[in-house]
């Protein structure tokens, strides 16, 4: 079965406010992570990444953090806009040749 | 100019048919990708080819056959379609295939395939 993530979860967020978007993993040989965001009608996109041996990244507005430790990975996003609804999707390189796929997180933002 | 580009956008076909889906990627990457996303928004990861050599192919059925005419193209064959094929197909690319460095994939906008 797959290893990362939970069935998709639902999450609704006051425009402004910071979202935090949480995902686990089970494969502690992973060695890469990424955070994709999907817009409907839309394929995924690209938004951060964060290699094993970091336990913090940031990026315009987001932040990837990591925790090997629990295997968990979150993604971070200040003063939400409403451009920011999408699904979210953590990513995990299997430390072979595969990226495994979470279930994805829904982002409300109430304007 | 879009960077990956599947046609159709939507594919609607009575079961036992055969269908093609194309892709096409203008980023010079190495790696393509099919994946396929059920109605749960759950993304799973088809077939794998660099440089036109596959690379990955996940279990599924042999109904579903990729082609990969050159690195920058990889198409999607699927004979005898079923009920249980319906949900949106992504092509994706990369630079690096996965396993070497970094591995960020660009997605196609999708193709709906809906059997009835």
């Known amino acids: 079965g797959e290893n990362v993530g939970l069935h998709l979860p639902t999450l609704s967020v006051q425009e402004g406010d910071n979202s935090i978007i949480n995902c686990a993993y089970s494969?502690?040989?992973?060695?890469?992570f990424i955070w994709y965001k999907q817009e409907s009608g839309k394929g995924p996109q690209f938004i951060i990444d964060i290699r094993s041996n970091m336990d913090k990244r940031q990026g315009q507005r987001v932040t990837v953090l990591l925790n090997k430790t629990v295997k968990h990975l979150s993604l971070q996003i200040a003063a939400t806009q409403p451009g920011d609804s999408a699904v979210y999707f953590c990513?995990?390189?299997?430390?072979?040749?595969?990226?495994?796929f979470g279930a994805g997180t829904r982002l409300f933002v109430k304007a | 100019d879009t960077a990956v580009s599947q046609t159709p956008k939507y594919l609607v076909t009575q079961m036992g048919n055969d269908k093609s889906i194309k892709c096409e990627q203008n980023l010079g990457h190495d790696t393509m990708y099919w994946y396929k996303q059920d109605s749960k928004k759950f993304l799973k990861i088809m077939f794998s080819?660099?440089?036109?050599?596959?690379?990955i192919n996940e279990t599924v059925p042999n109904r579903f056959s990729p082609k990969s005419p050159d690195k920058a193209h990889l198409n999607l064959h699927i004979n005898s379609l079923e009920l249980g094929d319906s949900a949106v197909y992504f092509c994706?690319?990369?630079?690096?295939?996965?396993?070497?460095?970094?591995?960020?994939?660009?997605f196609g906008a999708g193709t709906r395939l809906s059997v009835l």
């Open positions: 494969n502690s040989a992973s060695d890469y």
């Open positions: 990513a995990e390189r299997d430390g072979g040749f595969k990226t495994i």
């Open positions: 080819y660099n440089n036109k050599e596959l690379i």
């Open positions: 994706a690319s990369s630079h690096e295939p996965q396993g070497r460095g970094k591995n960020i994939q660009y």
